[in-house]
């Protein structure tokens, strides 16, 4: 088991432009996590799935921001049309069994830079 | 809404100091607290998870105690190093998923 992974580590993007990235998590983990984090902040959660379902958005999750987890397995967050405001650290983040009693393992991250 | 607030927002220690990490929150209907370590650029490494029923955790030179009444945590180092030093996180879980503290910088000075 090779933990949580996550990919592009690192984006840059010109604004306007559409980017996705890419969560693995801990195999048989039934829970993801997708969490922003800013320079100075604690990461601040944006969406989660129980297995393929999406569970809960946060209002941090714009239109232009959509998460899918397509059979359960790996999961996708894809943003729309870039804006600088973007610009932020992408934490996924997976867990096993009820939300009451799971640990949260998470990725490195994928930064994202948008010029 | 929960809140999570971490104090003191930085710290700096010579090696081999015992220190103490504070964390509070402001809704005790919690399912659990876990405790991170944050390295520079990297992610999230889990460090302690205290179940609500639980009152300490302990993990080598860490131990992390929890008193969900008074909606407290504290995370104990002892005989700190200079590889200690990393930015920590308090989150808890309750009806929404984790919510974390912003975190305290920790630089252990050899």
């Known amino acids: 088991d090779t933990g949580v992974s996550q990919d592009p580590r690192h984006k840059i993007t010109k604004r306007g432009q559409n980017v996705t990235f890419r969560c693995d998590p801990i195999?048989?983990?039934?829970?993801l996590y997708w969490y922003r984090q800013t320079l100075g902040q604690g990461p601040e959660f944006l969406t989660y799935?129980?297995?393929?379902?999406?569970?809960?958005k946060s209002r941090l999750l714009s239109d232009r921001f959509s998460a899918e987890r397509p059979k359960g397995s790996f999961s996708t967050l894809e943003i729309q049309r870039t804006e600088q405001g973007d610009s932020a650290m992408y934490l996924c983040?997976?867990?096993?069994?009820?939300?009451?009693?799971?640990?949260?393992?998470f990725g490195e991250g994928s930064r994202l830079t948008v010029l | 809404k929960q809140e999570v607030t971490q104090i003191p927002a930085a710290l700096s220690v010579p090696e081999g100091e015992n220190l103490v990490l504070n964390c509070s929150f402001t809704d005790s209907a919690i399912y659990n607290l876990q405790w991170f370590r944050q390295d520079p650029g990297k992610g999230l490494t889990s460090l302690l998870l205290?179940?609500?029923?639980?009152r300490e955790q302990t993990s080598g030179r860490l131990n992390a105690s929890l008193d969900k009444s008074s909606g407290r945590s504290t995370l104990y180092i002892a005989a700190s190093q200079p590889g200690d030093s990393a930015t920590y996180l308090c989150?808890?879980?309750?009806?929404?998923?984790?919510?974390f503290g912003k975190g305290t910088r920790l630089s252990v000075i050899a």
């Open positions: 799935f129980q297995n393929e379902a999406q569970l809960e």
């Open positions: 195999s048989e983990h039934n829970r």
């Open positions: 989150a808890v879980s309750g009806n929404t998923p984790l919510v």
């Open positions: 983040a997976s867990s096993l069994g009820a939300i009451s009693s799971g640990e949260l393992f």
């Open positions: 205290i179940q609500s029923s639980q």
